[in-house]
């Protein structure tokens, strides 16, 4: 699963993005709204398995060119990123959109992974094991 968006984005009127708008997946800032990183969010599910949603962590604007900066070097190996989490991921909905997260390069071959958070609903996402069926059945209804 794979958010094309943040959510905060999707507010501002199709017609203006591309106007408003510097960069793209996976770093992207939209004037007014902010500045986003494409990330990884693990979400372990029974019997072993682990579902990885593409989604979006809204960051400082004013690390943003940082960012872009160390993306293709041998930096982004130590990169860790703190904002919030930018996407409702389903079965969570609201409960996770804007929770504090960071993530951090697991490997420099894929984006950095959401590790961390003091939010408790973002922290059982990241810490439980959930039934197949609770999670799947919500992202169902949307592919």
């Known amino acids: 699963m794979r958010f094309v968006q943040p959510d905060p984005v999707l507010d501002v009127p ?46 400082n604007p004013a690390i943003l060119r940082s960012v872009w900066e ?22 969570w909905g609201d409960h996770v959109l804007g929770a504090p997260a960071t993530a951090k390069v697991r490997d420099p071959e894929q984006w950095p992974y959401v590790t961390d958070t003091g939010h408790a609903d973002l922290a059982g996402v990241l810490t439980t094991e959930w039934p197949h069926d609770l999670v799947l059945d919500a992202y169902r209804s949307i592919v």
């Open 14 to 59: 199709a017609d203006e993005r591309a106007a408003r708008t510097w960069g793209h997946d996976p770093l992207l800032q939209v004037q007014g709204v902010g500045a986003f990183v494409r990330v990884l969010l693990p979400i372990r599910l029974t019997d072993g398995y682990t579902l990885t949603v593409g989604t979006w962590l809204g960051i």
């Open 70 to 91: 160390i993306w293709d070097t041998s930096e982004y190996a130590s990169l860790v990123l703190d904002g919030f989490l930018a996407n409702r991921i389903p079965p």
